[in-house]
């Protein structure tokens, strides 16, 4: 082993076959991912068609365990991001469909102290409630009126937050004997079954032997496609994870800024992110799909770098994992910066934004320049 770690020391760089080998690894990689996220998200999108059908206490239930399941593969796949690929391109990218947020509640439907609220009360304005409809409403006349996506549905399934210390609870009448409870249940029929064609598009735009996205990001030179995984890796972990949605919130203190703030699921989400960031770098991808990973291309220009990155990536999902539950429990006013759980958070960010420095460090290693917030 030591000869192994001296012979990769002394070595002037990786080689082009392990840097080709690895753009390959990860572009199967973001295909297995994507595909791992459409078949829960179909899983969902039955359970919601389910209890739509039957609304019970039991079918609503399911449904939101099957949101929670679906999100959590979901989480992972925001590695894929931050470089203009197809979920982010400036013309075409669907991200602002999928996973926009901070999203007003007020938008979509009713909220404490104004019952009539939102398309979903407004049929003068909104007739019939169909996919045309919410895709030109989002983020029509600013950013926080979002009208698809994951937290659309998360919404329409839980309602507002308005506990300190559990998730919110939509009552069942809402899909069954309140004012316009079927305009409601068109909704969350409509924007579950736009989640699933979103995500099915980026499957499709990273499938193998097709003329798409993935054809042409293994058609780059390989510094160059790396260029660009790595860069999404690295603005995720701390421009968007450390930053837009732990610190933002816990500077602010404001439940409003924590990512899926209806179901409580943030930390979960915090902890999908950080995975996301280290089955990019290592390589282990879902579907039981692996081979050369970006960390095995830097430990042949410094395997002693390699092994710190691999150390602190180990040592971010740690403390992600580490943060209580749920996460709005360490944003309100009455808890002190040094109670337990608001260090956890802290310890967190801390610890991405390190993870981001030797990230950086890494790819120069292998003649890769990457620029991050």
Not at 55 to 77: C, F, M, N, Q, V
Not at 206 to 231: C, G, K, V
Request: hydrophobic share 40%.
């Amino acid at each position: 082993m030591a000869a192994l770690l001296a012979a990769s020391c002394g070595s002037s760089g990786p080689s082009d076959a392990t840097m080709e080998d690895a753009v390959e690894t990860y572009a199967a990689g973001v295909h297995a991912a994507y595909s791992a996220s459409l078949t829960s998200a179909r899983a969902m999108d039955a359970a919601i068609d389910t209890f739509l059908a039957n609304p019970t206490p039991s079918t609503l239930e399911a449904a939101k365990r099957a949101w929670l399941i679906a999100r959590d593969d979901y989480g992972p796949t925001e590695a894929f991001r931050f470089y203009g690929g197809p979920i982010d391109d400036a013309e075409t990218g669907t991200e602002g469909l999928i996973n926009a947020w901070p999203l007003d509640e007020a938008y979509i439907d009713y909220v404490e102290g104004t019952p009539t609220a939102g398309i979903v009360n407004d049929p003068a304005t909104y007739p019939t409630i169909d996919a045309d409809l919410l895709v030109e409403l989002n983020e029509m006349g600013g950013e926080a009126n979002v009208s698809t996506g994951w937290h659309a549905v998360e919404f329409l399934l839980w309602g507002q937050d308005l506990s300190g210390d559990g998730p919110g609870a939509r009552p069942l009448s809402d899909y069954t004997t309140a004012d316009n409870a079927d305009r409601r249940a068109a909704y969350l029929a409509v924007s579950s079954d736009l989640l699933v064609q979103h995500l099915e598009e980026l499957v499709a735009a990273w499938s193998p032997d097709s003329s798409n996205y993935r054809s042409e990001f293994e058609a780059l030179d390989a510094p160059e496609a790396l260029r660009l995984a790595i860069t999404g890796v690295g603005e995720l972990s701390r421009g968007e994870l450390a930053g837009e949605r732990m610190n933002v919130a816990y500077e602010a203190r404001s439940q409003e800024d924590e990512h899926s703030c209806f179901s409580d699921n943030t930390t979960a989400d915090i902890v999908g992110n950080a995975k996301g960031i280290a089955m990019v770098l290592t390589a282990d991808y879902p579907l039981g799909l692996s081979g050369t990973s970006i960390l095995d291309v830097i430990a042949e220009a410094d395997a002693d770098l390699a092994d710190q990155l691999r150390a602190k990536i180990a040592a971010s999902l740690v403390a992600t994992a580490a943060i209580p539950a749920p996460f709005d429990r360490h944003l309100t006013e009455d808890v002190s910066d040094d109670d337990p759980g608001r260090r956890s958070v802290l310890a967190a960010i801390e610890l991405l934004e390190d993870q981001t420095d030797t990230i950086v460090v890494g790819a120069e290693a292998i003649g890769v320049a990457i620029n991050v917030s």
